[in-house]
């Protein structure tokens, strides 16, 4: 049982609510299909190995000076830049190319976007119980957008998105400002997400409670006792 007793629930939303990384990878091979593969005589995974060597060139530098103001606002440019390294790396011309990828693989991922089977049940009945909270780290444009494809925004009295607020978890700040839109101590709030560092480190670090959202059954990364680890949302309502 959780203590002292919950006044407020608030989640993570990518992995957590919604289905997001195998959607990205169904989304990023479709457009491999569709854009790159005619174009040069590659197999889906060869494509994959050049973009993840990119992708983890842009990540390396999301916060720089130079990238974060524009990932705040919308990932349009971060996700250009990601796909035009890609294309410098497989020797393919990038002026518009980038562009065409970029915006065709956001549709995607944008299309096969989906709850996972638990969540809306979930925060339909926590709904009358509880004040409920979405922290989601991710550019302001997509990560609205996600609460309104999914249909979910109006479940939640309080929303902080990385873009909107100008910083993401595990940091504490982003924590304070959801705190702020209730007006609930730290210590009554739970955190429920899949990141154990984003989710339940930064929950923690902030004076929350946590449970740790672990689907695929890995091992915790540190021993933590008072963090429940649930492999399903449906558990939530068991236990407060």
Known sequence: ?????????????????????????RA????FQEILQPLIGLDVDAFDQHYRQAF????????????????LRSGSATRTETFRRMLGLLGLPSD?????????YAQLREQHLHLHEDALPVLTALK???????????????????????GIEPLFDGVAIEGEVGIGKPNVEIFRYAESLIGVPPEQILFVGNSWEHD??????????????NREGVEPPHAEPSVPMISSLHELLEGI
């Open 1 to 25: 049982m959780l203590t002292p007793a919950i006044r407020a629930v608030g989640f993570d939303l990518d992995d957590t609510l919604c289905v997001y990384l195998p959607v990205a990878i």
């Open 128 to 150: 009358t119980r509880y004040p409920l909270l979405v922290v989601t780290n991710g550019p302001a444009y997509e990560q609205r957008r996600e609460l309104q494809v999914l």
């Open 200 to 213: 339940v480190q930064g929950a923690l670090n902030a004076g929350w409670q946590a449970v740790w959202l």
């Open 56 to 71: 983890k060139t842009m990540y390396s530098e999301i916060q720089s000076e130079r990238w974060y103001p524009h990932y």
């Open 96 to 104: 518009g190319l980038a562009e065409q990828v970029s915006e065709r």
């Open 28 to 31: 990023r091979h479709q457009v």
